[in-house]
């Protein structure tokens, strides 16, 4: 991104394919400190932020999900958590201007062919590539497993493009699969709870939401989902994405997407911060794991 270099989005505002953004599209690379160099399974982390915050280095602290990604980076993952370009709210005569842009899906998926195209020089299996998204990352994990290559950029590379934009699996932590209902109930959140003021509602076009819900493109070619969210999540209700399962049962495929909804842990209730809008899979650990170790494509 011009202008942007590897720095953090703080510091980082370019124009990039005729637009505004902030972030930079690079990424962090962690890998295991023993065992093989070569053929090794990778998870991609994509930070949240709704599409106007975070940076790669959003990977928590001691609690979580840093002892999750430090647990896969000791049991043999590469684990690459990225930046993807942000978009810039603006002030708006009816309100804040809360722009939904699919960039973030766009950056990933240049990201996924990058990778399988540098497979060798990373020391990674192509075909175990793991996404593992939090709320907006996890929208953009679950874009990708439902329409892989829908969103790739018109300024995707040429030597990028002969490489499929599919990958083995996703992790959907706390994300929105279905925009039209979704981004309006959580934007009020952000109203009442922010100080951004009013938002403009009318400035959201609902046939781009609709365009860009993961659910709208299940079918029996997706990659499998597993999705975890809080009960107590006041941004993305879990009622909001339950019918995701019902849609994979209807066509006969409840094998590709595992929906959990975790509120405790080793038979303890969790604290109520890892009951809402950042679920904390721990209680699921085994199953996340085989989910992810079994995943190849």
């Given at each position: 991104m011009s202008g942007c270099g590897t720095?953090?989005?703080?510091?980082?505002?370019?124009?990039?394919d005729g637009q505004q953004f902030k972030g930079s599209q690079t990424f962090d690379l962690y890998e295991p400190p023993t065992g093989p160099e070569t053929n090794r399974p990778v998870i991609v982390w994509i930070h949240?932020?709704?599409?106007?915050?975070?940076d790669k280095t959003d990977v928590g602290g001691n609690d979580y999900p840093a002892?999750?990604?430090?647990?896969?980076?000791?049991?043999?993952?590469?684990?690459?958590?990225m930046n993807y370009r942000l978009n810039i709210i603006e002030n708006g005569p009816n309100g804040t201007i809360f722009p939904v842009d699919p960039v973030a899906a766009e950056d990933l998926d240049v990201a996924v062919r990058y990778l399988k195209a540098n497979a060798t020089d990373l020391g990674i299996d192509p075909q175990r590539i793991v996404l593992?998204?939090?709320?907006w990352?996890?929208?953009?994990?679950m874009m990708q497993a439902t329409a892989p290559g829908l969103l790739s950029p018109t300024w995707l590379p040429s030597e990028l493009a002969t490489y499929p934009p599919t990958v083995a699996a996703s992790i959907a932590e706390a994300g929105p699969s279905d925009l039209p209902n979704s981004i309006p109930h959580a934007l009020r959140e952000v109203e009442r709870t922010s100080d951004l003021g009013p938002i403009d509602f009318d400035a959201l076009d609902a046939a781009e939401l609709a365009a860009n819900s993961p659910d709208r493109y299940i079918d029996g070619s997706d990659s499998p989902i597993y999705a975890i969210y809080g009960p107590n999540d006041e941004l993305i209700p879990p009622a909001d994405v339950e019918g995701m399962a019902d849609a994979y049962a209807a066509i006969g495929r409840p094998d590709?997407?595992?929906l959990d909804i975790v509120?405790?842990?080793a038979g303890e209730q969790?604290?109520?911060?890892?009951?809402?809008?950042?679920?904390?899979?721990?209680?699921?650990?085994?199953?996340l794991e085989a989910f992810m170790d079994s995943a190849r494509r």
């Open positions: 720095v953090s989005h703080v510091d980082c505002e370019a124009t990039f949240g932020g709704f599409s106007v915050q975070g002892n999750l990604l430090a647990r896969q980076v000791a049991r043999g993952y590469v684990v690459i958590s593992w998204g939090h709320s990352g996890a929208w953009a994990a590709l997407y595992r509120d405790d842990a969790l604290p109520w911060a890892w009951r809402g809008h950042l679920p904390h899979p721990g209680a699921n650990r085994t199953a």
